[in-house]
């Protein structure tokens, strides 16, 4: 697959000195993590996100820390993040708002046929729209059916690239542009929803923890290839529609950990938990 992503004959004098980098420089064939951040190119600066966005940041600690890129499919979803899926270096696909773990399941089963004796990472990835809100009956199903995928949700807290209207995510009474009065109803637990709901590996960081968030994502994805369904939540409030600078996105984030809005937490069943053991100690061996 490593051969495949390469620029056609003929057209490399006239494509951006980015997208060159891109191929050149990309994640294919190393071993790369968040502690390498800046030595190769994981997404085009002149990405089309908003400045300070921390959706933008948890997408790059994401794609660093991939356990197998170039073996790795990561299916998105209509939002602010699909704005930047055509400007990173792995195979993506975009999918129909909401259904990104249906197009996930079929494309890791057909994977599972053409690549029988490979290890295929389908790896979705989309906003708090798509998973709590318009997806939630795919996301769940796809638990039901213990589908050996990875679902991360970048948890802005609203419908961010639509005007600002609140989401499940949104925190109670939180004043948006389409909300004026305030939500009426807490933050979806999803997390909880998770584990009820069979995933084996269920996380939430954000990108103000970077290696943790990091060692999550490995996690979460290596769980998924032998266990099952994997759920991790990157927590990523959004500038633009919140009113703060973009320079204090991780300020806010600390300040939000501080008063309780946003907490840390990992929970791994006993099953994932020995698959992890193992694999330690045959990586030792």
């Not at 946003?262 to 030792?284: H, S």
Request: with cysteine.
């Amino acid at each position: 697959m490593k051969g495949l992503f390469k620029i056609s004959p003929g057209y490399e004098d006239v494509m951006p000195q980015e997208y060159l980098d891109l191929v050149n420089n990309g994640p294919y064939g190393k071993n790369y993590g968040v502690d390498d951040l800046g030595t190769f190119k994981e997404l085009l600066e002149e990405h089309p996100l908003c400045a300070g966005c921390g959706l933008a940041l948890s997408m790059r600690l994401v794609l660093a820390s991939l356990p197998a890129p170039e073996d790795t499919i990561m299916v998105g979803s209509t939002g602010c993040s699909s704005l930047a899926f055509t400007q990173v270096a792995v195979h993506n696909i975009h999918s129909l708002f909401g259904n990104q773990n249906a197009v996930a399941t079929g494309l890791k089963r057909a994977l599972k046929i053409r690549f029988p004796d490979k290890v295929k990472d389908v790896v979705v990835m989309a906003g708090d729209g798509a998973t709590v809100d318009i997806g939630l009956d795919m996301v769940m199903h796809s638990w039901f059916r213990r589908e050996k995928i990875t679902t991360i949700m970048l948890d802005n807290e609203a419908y961010a690239n639509t005007g600002g209207q609140e989401s499940g995510m949104s925190q109670q009474n939180a004043v948006l542009n389409m909300a004026p009065t305030g939500k009426k109803f807490p933050k979806i637990a999803l997390p909880e929803v998770a584990k009820a709901s069979g995933c084996a590996y269920v996380g939430v960081v954000s990108p103000a923890q970077p290696k943790r968030l990091g060692d999550m994502v490995r996690k979460a994805i290596l769980i998924a290839r032998e266990v099952g369904p994997t759920y991790l939540q990157l927590y990523s409030p959004c500038p633009t529609n919140y009113k703060f600078k973009s320079r204090e996105t991780m300020q806010k984030i600390k300040e939000r950990m501080e008063s309780g809005m946003f907490e840390v937490m990992e929970y791994i069943t006993p099953e994932a938990e020995a698959f992890l053991a193992e694999m330690k100690e045959g990586d030792k061996q």
